[in-house]
């Protein structure tokens, strides 16, 4: 099971740009993904490669989460790619696998991967989607789902704004998909970089669909993420209350309460913790 920390924003960064990732350690995101797969011409590969780990070498990203997103294992760059990330002497916090279809896709990407270093899968393709219970159960190293929206509209051939209907069973079943087996799960990216009030819109959709953050693609996109994926006052000042009535010596044996008025029932008391050290990391971050 994934901590409840924070992972309201996880940006990528072009691994082949060391201008990028150097600014990546002085943003504000919760989780820096040096990726080596969409952003890097085939032909710089290699190259990107070397720079992403020189970059896990020489640290400095504080209490970001550092991820790789690797080369696809159908590709000539996969291998390689798990190999330097498993063997270099500073191994990044995850792996992000890409287009994984099928369970047998977790297995290779896990099996390839050091005790310390979690797995990340991308639902990206259409298959995908009709796999996600059995993607999401493949335990082991797995502890988060990243939707690849980007693919998902290629491959769907559908058209989407902000509100993205026609994504938006898909977006659900992935979030619970998740949920059932205690993963982490993050939203899509969003293009347009001039269009923050799109993007904000899109964090708010992506909040009640139940993300715990948003994949961004520019600097410029963090501070909304965090804006919208964070607690709100009120919502702490409520997780404080609920969890403080069940703590009451009086009330420790219970499964329902009424307070303030509402009925209240363990669930929420669990939902209550986790925000509440969502919220204890971010005053500490």
């Known amino acids: 099971m994934p901590s409840a920390r924070p992972r309201r924003s996880a940006l990528y960064m072009p691994a082949g740009n060391p201008r990028a990732i150097a600014k990546a350690r002085e943003l504000a995101c919760d989780v820096v993904i040096l990726d080596l797969e969409d952003s890097v011409a085939p032909d710089a590969k290699p190259a990107a490669r070397d720079l992403a780990m020189a970059a896990l070498a020489e640290g ?8 790789v997103r690797v080369n696809g294992l159908d590709t000539p760059w996969g291998e390689t790619d798990l190999s330097a990330v498993g063997s270099g002497p500073v191994r990044p916090d995850a792996v992000l696998a890409p287009k994984v279809s099928t369970p047998e896709d977790v297995a290779a990407y896990a099996a390839r991967l050091p005790a310390d270093v979690a797995l990340w899968i991308m639902v990206e393709t259409c298959a995908s989607l009709f796999a996600l219970d059995r993607l999401a159960s493949a335990g082991g190293p797995l502890s988060a789902i990243v939707v690849g929206s980007n693919d998902l509209v290629k491959e769907m051939r559908c058209r989407v704004d902000a509100d993205r209907r026609p994504l938006q069973a898909a977006l659900s079943l992935t979030v619970a998909a998740g949920r059932a087996c205690g993963l982490t799960v993050l ?3 969003w293009n347009d970089i001039a269009d923050l009030e799109g993007l904000e819109r899109q964090c ?6 139940g993300f715990d953050g948003k994949t961004l693609i520019h600097p410029d996109q963090v501070a909304a993420a965090n804006s919208a994926f964070s607690p709100e006052p009120e919502e702490i000042a409520w997780a404080q209350i609920v969890a403080a009535a069940f703590d009451s010596p009086e009330n420790r044996g219970k499964g329902v309460l009424r307070v303030e008025g509402r009925m209240v029932e363990r669930l929420h008391l669990d939902q209550a913790l986790r925000l509440l050290e969502i919220a204890a990391a971010l005053e500490e971050a």
């Open 60 to 67: 400095g990203f504080g209490r970001r989460e550092v991820v």
């Open 187 to 189: 939203d899509g990216v």
């Open 204 to 209: 708010r959709q992506g909040v009640e669909f």
